[in-house]
């Protein structure tokens, strides 16, 4: 790529950036450190992420467990969790603070799986934004004489490349997403060559096939 596209590659990397620590926050079911993310504690007057004022930690498949470096923080923690879109109230022993996961119903899946895919596609738009941006660029360069027509085509066939693999990237991220957190209709998923990484789709799985025309999950 040259080097007139680096500016704006670096502006499709970060969109797929933006998508992935999105991602991070979706609570789907198994503990993810990820949802806290955003969270912050009033520490010496100072908004503060919760990372750095404890060790945050996946104590069991669906437990996190917040320990406070100073105690006097436990309730500083539960209160911003609280008020926090984590939807999960805290356990605080007077020690820890632990976060139980719920197992997600399969409406909940479903939902999470909208959420997911519209995650996708703004970060899709913000890729293409930069390309019709990068567009412009070539034929305002070209029209002041920077570039020659044989340049200005390079310079658009490299923009669409980038655009291209970076699509192919949020695609990718999004499908990993859905795949690991059981998201995807419990049939397709079934039909998935990976195994999925939620305990309760085997089970879902298994009272699907059970159902009244369930197939044993093969459609």
Not at 2 to 9: G, I, L, V, W, Y
Not at 53 to 77: G, M, N, Q, Y
Not at 86 to 96: E, F, L, R
Not at 109 to 130: D, H, I, T, Y
Request: net charge positive; glycine share 4%.
């Amino acid at each position: 790529m040259s080097s007139n596209t680096k500016a704006f590659e670096d502006k499709m990397k970060s969109a797929v950036e933006h998508l992935e620590r999105e991602l991070k926050t979706v609570r789907a079911g198994r503990a993810n450190p990820g949802v806290l993310d955003k969270v912050t504690v009033d520490y010496y007057g100072s908004p503060t992420p919760i990372q750095q004022v404890a060790s945050v930690a996946v104590s069991e498949a669906r437990t996190l467990t917040i320990t406070p470096w100073d105690r006097t923080l436990l309730r500083a923690i539960s209160k911003a969790i609280l008020a926090s879109d984590v939807g999960i109230n805290p356990i605080d022993d007077g020690q820890t603070i632990r976060l139980n996961f719920p197992a997600p119903t399969e409406e909940r899946r479903k939902q999470l799986a909208k959420e997911v895919s519209k995650m996708g596609e703004e970060a899709k738009v913000a890729v293409r934004n930069v390309r019709r941006d990068a567009m412009d660029k070539a034929k305002a360069m070209k029209k002041a004489g920077e570039l020659t027509e044989d340049t200005q085509k390079t310079m658009e066939e490299d923009v669409q490349k980038l655009t291209d693999k970076y699509i192919k990237n949020i695609d990718a991220a999004v499908e990993e997403k859905q795949r690991r957190s059981c998201l995807s209709d419990l049939r397709r998923c079934n039909r998935l060559e990976v195994p999925c990484a939620e305990e309760e789709c085997a089970a879902l799985l298994l009272k699907a096939a059970l159902l009244p025309g369930g197939n044993n999950g093969a459609s």
